[in-house]
């Protein structure tokens, strides 16, 4: 029966109505795209001025200022008895050496504030490496030789042009007679930049110029062993008895719910934990990886129990079908069939787990893990910090030079993250199998 209320289009008009919605459809497609490309640039131009921040302010730190000066191996002040002995060098005032050396070269300097800031021209490790030289070929006492010694913080800022000169002289660091002192030696060649291996090799020290991130690298180290022992097998074999095991019952549910709550709860909590837990009832060592470790294996537990369980759901029933029709059991199954294909999954998640465990700094802050550690662990057991909480501390210093060391600790730290996500992606794409 035909409608006779409602009027006939022609049929222009409904070709010109269809063109116009397809017209809007399109135009509304155009602008998603504009939209995702717009986000994308946006997350890209953030991403990329982030870098561009810290690498600017952190290249400078992988150069040290030295300064070159003749310097005489007093026997009197380094050996005054003559025996030659280890021990005997390491009591040596080699300090005043290195004093006698800037004296001599500049013996304007008479008055004792002159002095002390003649004094400031170098570092106090100066001593620490004349000393460390000696000990190594004692034919040294009694000899000139014309040194590269590494310079103070304040004239390393003056040579990489991060202290301004046109400022008054209380406002800087460094005051006029100092700048002409640090002059007079870049006119003769006696200041040059050199690559700063102490960054690399040395712990964290009060003095800038002497500071280095090996000891919260290796504290970093131990710390993420241990929490790779700990997480790994625990967390790959919860979801391995979750997903092909348990019973689907209302205890599995509440369990699921948990270990996914747990992957949310602020890192803070579990540092909180660990401090009444492991440091306070069970009495472990304060300020020890093996502290850290125990309790970044708790946060990171979570992650690598969903990440496995995904992987392991991923893997299709025919598998688990095909092995089973054959005759083997669910344990044969799991462990010789389904858990080798979804290996390259969990290995991923675990690695994306352990990359946000290093740079995590709270939970650490709450076991003591922010201590003032000048020595190099020698195991979990030790006393040690992380690379994080070294940024934290360096970030907290007044002095001006720690600045570029905080942030070329931030590019040693994301240099590491970088390598272990890409890690991550590598494995995956080449031992993935699609299906």
């Known amino acids: 029966m035909i409608d006779m209320t409602r009027p006939e289009r022609e049929p222009g008009a409904i070709s010109k109505t269809v063109a ?12 998603f795209r504009l939209y ?18 810290i690498v600017g302010s952190a290249y400078t730190a992988f150069v040290q200022t030295h300064v070159k000066l003749e310097v005489f ?6 050996d005054p008895e003559g025996t030659n002995s280890a021990e005997a060098i390491r009591g040596g005032d080699f300090g005043g050496i290195v004093k006698a050396s800037l004296r001599n070269r500049f013996p304007e300097a008479t008055g004792r504030r002159d002095k002390r800031h003649l004094y400031d021209i170098v570092s106090t490790g100066a001593a620490f490496d004349l000393r460390t030289m000696v000990l190594e070929n004692p034919d040294l006492i009694g ?6 010694l590494v310079a103070g913080d304040d004239v390393d800022m003056l040579v990489k042009g991060k202290m301004p000169r ?43 110029e002497l500071a280095g991130i090996l000891g919260a690298a290796v504290g970093s180290f131990y710390t993420m062993l241990v929490t790779l022992v700990l997480a790994f097998p625990l967390g790959v074999a919860t979801a391995v008895y979750l997903e092909e095991f348990a019973p689907k ?26 401090l009444a837990v492991f440091l306070n009832v069970a009495g472990l060592p304060r300020s020890a990886p093996v502290v850290g470790g125990m309790v970044l294996a708790l946060m990171t537990l979570p992650t690598i129990i969903i990440a496995s369980r995904a ?38 998640g675990t690695i994306i787990g352990m990359a946000q465990a290093l740079g995590e700094t709270a939970p650490l ?13 020698g195991g979990p057991f030790d006393a040690a910090t992380v690379l994080p909480v070294q940024v934290f501390l360096w970030a907290d210093s007044p002095e001006r030079a720690f600045t570029e060391r905080t942030s070329a600790a931030i590019v040693v730290l994301l240099f590491f993250l970088v390598i272990m996500n890409a890690g991550a992606v590598l494995l995956r794409k080449k031992f993935e199998r699609r299906w």
């Open 311 to 348: 992987a392991l759901k991923a893997v299709p029933p025919s598998i688990r079908e095909a092995a089973l029709g054959m005759g083997a059991s669910r344990i044969q199954t799991t462990f010789h069939h389904v858990a080798p294909l979804a290996m390259p999954g969990i290995l991923s």
């Open 73 to 78: 191996f007093d026997p009197r002040k380094i």
């Open 20 to 31: 116009d919605r397809l017209k809007r459809r399109h135009a509304a497609e155009r602008r």
């Open 143 to 148: 000899a000139t030789r014309d040194l590269w």
């Open 249 to 274: 019952n209302r205890w599995t549910a509440v369990i699921e719910i948990n270990i996914n709550n747990l992957a949310a709860v602020p890192s803070i909590v579990f540092g909180l934990l660990g």
């Open 166 to 208: 046109d400022v008054p002289e209380t406002d800087r660091r460094l005051n006029d007679r100092q700048i002409a002192w640090v002059d007079a030696l870049s006119a003769d060649g006696d200041v040059e930049m050199r690559f700063n291996t102490r960054f690399f090799t040395a712990g964290d020290s009060r003095e800038p």
């Open 36 to 53: 995702g490309i717009g986000a994308i640039a946006a997350a890209m131009a953030i991403l990329l001025t982030l870098f561009v921040t």
């Open 365 to 377: 802050l709450m076991i003591g893990m922010v201590a003032f550690i000048v020595d190099i662990p």
